[in-house]
């Protein structure tokens, strides 16, 4: 049955981890768009891995999804809507470049998989803590 949402709950347990996941969205893109490294990415690696010619375009779209996914995670809306494109770039990330790195970022190996499945499952995480119903509610 529906229980008034507590937003002191809310608050204490998904604040921290959308706001984490925000800002790690928010460096992985924005200095990225201001540097040029965007349109390397979408020239040097997606217009080469057969996204030519919109490997910029993609390049860009992603970069852009992930400052939207951040924003609505910030503000606490939208969230399962925002996050569904930042969960298939980061399932794709892993299928394209980091599998075949192995799992270790550092360490053991290098640019592994390991970030992006721990991104996977915050962002999951954050995206089925609330109630269908109501997005700020939290299961009691």
Same mark, same amino acid.
């Given at each position: 049955?529906?229980? %008034?949402p ?9 604040l ?9 969205l928010? =460096?992985? #893109?924005?200095?990225? =768009?201001?540097?040029?490294s ?8 997606l217009?080469?891995?057969?996204f ?12 852009l999804s992930?400052?939207?996914?951040? @924003?609505f995670l910030?503000?606490?809306?939208? =969230?399962?809507?925002? #996050?569904?494109p ?9 299928? =394209? ?7 270790? @970022? @550092?360490?053991g190996?290098?640019?592994?998989? %390991?970030?992006?499945?721990l991104?996977?499952v915050?962002? @999951?995480?954050?995206?089925?803590s609330?109630? #269908? ?7 009691s």
């Open positions: 049955h529906y229980h %008034e507590n937003p002191m709950r809310l608050f204490n347990h998904l921290p981890l959308r706001l984490a996941i925000a800002v790690i928010l =460096m992985h #893109s924005v200095p990225g =768009m201001f540097d040029g965007v349109n390397g990415f979408g020239e040097g690696y217009d080469h891995v057969g030519a010619p919109f490997g910029v375009a993609l390049a860009w779209v992603i970069k992930h400052v939207v996914n951040a @924003v910030i503000l606490g809306k939208y =969230m399962k809507l925002s #996050s569904v930042t969960l298939l770039i980061l399932v794709a990330g892993i299928v =394209m470049i980091h599998f075949q790195e192995g799992w270790f @970022v @550092v360490g190996g290098r640019n592994g998989m %390991e970030f992006n499945f991104l996977i915050a962002l @999951v995480t954050v995206m089925f609330g109630s #269908s119903r109501d997005p700020a509610q939290v299961p």
